[in-house]
């Protein structure tokens, strides 16, 4: 009797934001669902209902989306709008199709959500680490009381997982501490070198710099409005825009007008991921900023990698060891977190930058934070985790609901 062919794994992703919703998760998440489905394997994804405004373009893929609460920025952040996608989603998975491994996208509301939902089904999941949320919690002055919850949910969620990915050594130090001895996997951090590269739409009257991306507590932009406010003193020119959203955007704001620079810094909402390439591309210098001492000195800023892949020079400001990344791999300029200092190094950069696409950036770019190469190692890992739990799954188990 001829041996029956196997069939392909399923796999489900489960995140609150997916593309077209511009953030390093989506592409990261939506990197991964390519490779999966390119190695083929059957992928589904669990987010939610995009805002209103964006194209959502599902055709290639299997999207099942869900409408939540979002906040006044149109974000899915604060413990409403994570309770109006974690409170359906225990359900969604718990009578959806069923698949062989689950990867579970922070925040860690959601981690503890689908770690019951999963242990339910006797399904594996596997979290993917790219922050460590009660560290960031922590920074932002939460109560303590909520710190200690999100880290009792964070190591809940870690703990519960087949594997943990992680996007750096720092990341997985944090974890290690926070969930001693769990499966960690290093996959990396990138970007989509397709979409973010040096050809491509460039932006009439483009400004000379841009920081695209999120201005979150834990960011520090307020160190780059300061040195521009300096570097413009100095060559009145000079213009820049802030791309993006988060919660220290109405300060940088402000900030500006008291500066006054208001009408050289043009502040924008969040584009999809093509358009905030073109306006990278379109620049001379792309920022890149990191607040020190806050327990989050780890972190990467995606918006480095960005500019890089575009070809455009960083003006990185912000604690190691990305300072020492910068400088020694001829990235651009780096700078303590202070606007002097920092300012001296943007000006050195447009003094040397004419907008063109630098090779030796994309080639860097190309080498070690491809989204593609992350998106592989991360496939592995997953992979790894569905045919194990494949090998065990018992036979009346088979016949059933699979």
Not at 10 to 31: D, F, G, K, N
Not at 93 to 101: F, K, N, Q
């Amino acid at each position: 009797m001829p041996r029956r062919t196997p069939r392909p794994q399923r796999i489900t992703i489960v995140s609150r934001i997916y593309t077209p919703e511009p953030s390093a998760a989506s592409l990261r998440l939506q990197a991964l669902s390519r490779e999966l489905a390119r190695r083929g394997l059957h992928v589904r994804v669990l987010t939610t209902k995009a805002p209103s405004g964006l194209e959502v373009a599902d055709a290639n893929e299997t999207v099942s989306r869900w409408p939540v609460l979002r906040d006044r920025a149109g974000y899915v952040r604060g413990y409403l709008q994570y309770m109006s996608f974690d409170v359906p989603l225990f359900f969604r998975i718990l009578l959806g199709r069923r698949a062989d491994a689950y990867v579970i996208e922070p925040p860690p509301t959601t981690g503890a959500v689908a770690r019951a939902a999963t242990w339910l089904i006797r399904r594996p999941y596997v979290y993917y680490a790219a922050d460590v949320w009660s560290d960031a919690a922590q920074m932002t002055g939460a109560a303590g009381w909520v710190v200690s919850v999100v880290r009792w949910l964070e190591k809940f969620s870690l703990r519960g997982a087949a594997a943990d990915l992680v996007v750096s050594d720092g990341v997985g130090a944090r974890i290690e501490a926070l969930a001693p001895g769990v499966d960690m996997v290093s996959v990396g951090h990138g970007v989509d070198t397709d979409i973010f590269a040096p050809d491509g739409p460039r932006i009439d009257d483009a400004p000379d710099i841009v920081y695209a991306g999120s201005m979150s507590e834990w960011h520090g932009a307020g160190v780059a409005v300061d040195a521009l406010a300096i570097v413009m003193r100095t060559d009145p020119t000079v213009s820049a825009a802030f791309i993006g959203q988060g919660a220290d955007k109405d300060a940088l704001q402000r900030s500006a007008e008291a500066h006054g620079i208001a009408d050289k810094v043009r502040f924008l909402s969040s584009m999809p991921a093509g358009e905030a390439a073109a306006w990278t591309r379109s620049a001379r210098v792309a920022l890149a900023t990191l607040r020190p001492g806050q327990g989050y000195d780890f972190a990467v800023p995606t918006k480095l990698y960005a500019a890089l892949a575009v070809g455009t020079p960083v003006a990185y400001s912000g604690p190691e060891p990305l300072r020492t990344m910068v400088a020694e791999n001829g990235l651009g300029a780096s700078a303590a977190f202070d606007a002097e200092e920092y300012a001296a190094a943007i000006t050195g950069l447009l003094r040397r930058s004419d907008g063109t696409a630098v090779p030796h950036l994309v080639a860097w770019a190309h080498r070690h934070v491809s989204a593609r190469s992350v998106a592989e190692r991360a496939s592995d890992a997953v992979q790894a985790t569905a045919a194990s739990r494949q090998r065990v799954r018992p036979r009346a188990e088979r016949a059933s609901r699979d």
